[in-house]
């Protein structure tokens, strides 16, 4: 089973300014095919989690482009820029190179 | 894209109960589906994927041999059938479009 490591653990940020989280992975998740298997989500309040981030660094569609993915093989980063009250939650990277799959413990983001 | 889940209440330890997604909006019979729950204690945790036309299936070892995934494309319902529920089977439950699109979850209780 592959065992997604996020931190921080939790983290509040100032409107405007940015804010990274780390997503490291127990092996890597790169598929032959070369796409590596790596997704971002965020969980709002009271709601379920949304599909930010595939592929690493792949947009969903309606995601706004403050929020940027990157890294490779075994390391990861989701980057938020010009934060907004929007964006509290809880982010957690998921793989789905192999199952099961899995995710890491999540990261809380909330605003000073 | 919608899913709604539904079927989840409290049971007693030992009892079965049916979850079921209804999918819209989507071409469902052409998507794999996979459920997924979550507790605060555990976080999130994959339970099982089925192919797009039932092909193949796959579960959590937590969930082997207890649980079962199906759909009925021609409903474009998800199923996942619970047996010998346990009190750690307590959670929220999601269906998941791939792993993209999420429903809002139905939340099962398993507790004399």
């Known amino acids: 089973e592959i065992v997604l490591t996020q931190t921080p653990f939790s983290l509040s940020v100032t409107p405007g300014q940015s804010a990274s989280i780390s997503c490291k992975s127990s092996q890597s998740l790169l598929h032959r095919d070369g796409k590596t298997s790596l997704f971002w989500y965020l969980q709002k309040p009271g709601q379920s989690p949304q599909l930010l981030i595939y592929e690493v660094s792949r947009r969903f569609s309606g995601v706004p482009d403050r929020f940027s993915g990157s890294g490779s093989g075994t390391d990861f980063t989701l980057k938020i820029s010009r934060v907004e009250a929007a964006d509290v939650g809880v982010y957690y990277c998921m793989q789905g190179l192999h199952l099961p799959l899995t995710f890491g413990g999540g990261t809380k983001v909330g605003i000073k | 894209v919608q899913l709604v889940e539904s079927g989840g209440r409290l049971v007693q330890p030992g009892e079965s109960l049916r979850l079921s997604c209804a999918g819209s909006?989507?071409?469902?019979?052409?998507?794999?589906m996979n459920w997924v729950r979550q507790t605060p204690g555990r976080g999130l945790e994959w339970l099982s994927h089925?192919?797009?036309?039932?092909?193949?299936?796959h579960y959590a070892n937590s969930v082997k041999g207890r649980f079962t995934i199906s759909r009925d494309n021609a409903k474009n319902s998800l199923y996942l059938q619970m047996t010998r529920l346990r009190a750690d089977d307590t959670a929220l439950y999601y269906c998941?479009?791939?792993?993209?699109?999420w429903g809002q979850g139905t939340p099962v209780t398993v507790s004399s």
């Open positions: 998941l479009v791939g792993m993209a699109y």
């Open positions: 909006g989507f071409n469902f019979r052409s998507y794999e």
């Open positions: 089925i192919a797009s036309d039932s092909a193949s299936v």
